[in-house]
């Protein structure tokens, strides 16, 4: 008679399975990290998966997206610094607002014109404050002067010859 085998404690193998696609399958096990048996007839658990962007596919105002592009960017800083043109009348008030107009901004300098003169004179006179008004609004530093123009002058010069150092139509009667 033969002697009953003693259990080791190593693990042994499991059978091989006598067909090809039974091998096929356990291979396939192995490499999945699973070991256990598939039994024909049952099938996986199939979880519900979390979509990976459900943030990007949420639905945002236009107005959030823009900003985020604004930052993005880096265009903060200029886009606050032209504000200048859109608040102008709130920041030197509705009467100096309406003679003067912002025609250009930049390097921290704000290029004003005015309806006459006499409101040129009066916004160099006022410029001091309004650059201190602007830099509070805007930041420090974001504004370092005002320049103001007055009403363009006509031109006296007509037609393509003109006489150099004349004084413009009142030559002309004499």
Avoid: C
Wanted: hydrophobic share 35%; net charge positive.
């Amino acid at each position: 008679m033969t002697e009953p085998e003693e259990p080791t404690d190593e693990p042994q193998p499991p059978p091989r399975p006598a067909d090809s696609l039974g091998l096929a399958r356990e291979i396939a096990k192995s490499y999945r990290g699973k070991t256990a048996p598939v039994t024909p007839g049952a099938r996986r658990k199939v979880r519900p998966t979390k979509p990976a962007r459900a943030k990007r596919d949420d639905p945002t105002s236009l107005a959030d997206l823009l900003g985020e592009v604004v930052r993005d960017q880096g265009w903060e800083e200029r886009l606050s610094a032209q504000r200048v043109f859109t608040d102008w009348p709130v920041i030197v008030g509705e009467e100096v607002a309406q003679h003067s107009e912002v025609i250009a901004f930049d390097d921290g300098e704000v290029e004003v014109r005015t309806d006459s003169t006499a409101w040129a004179t009066q916004l160099r006179l006022l410029a001091p404050r309004i650059v201190a008004k602007l830099n509070a609004e805007f930041g420090d530093g974001s504004v370092l002067r005002i320049v103001v123009r007055g009403p363009q002058a006509p031109s006296w010069k007509k037609g393509l010859r003109s006489v150099r150092g004349a004084r413009g139509p009142r030559d002309t009667y004499g």
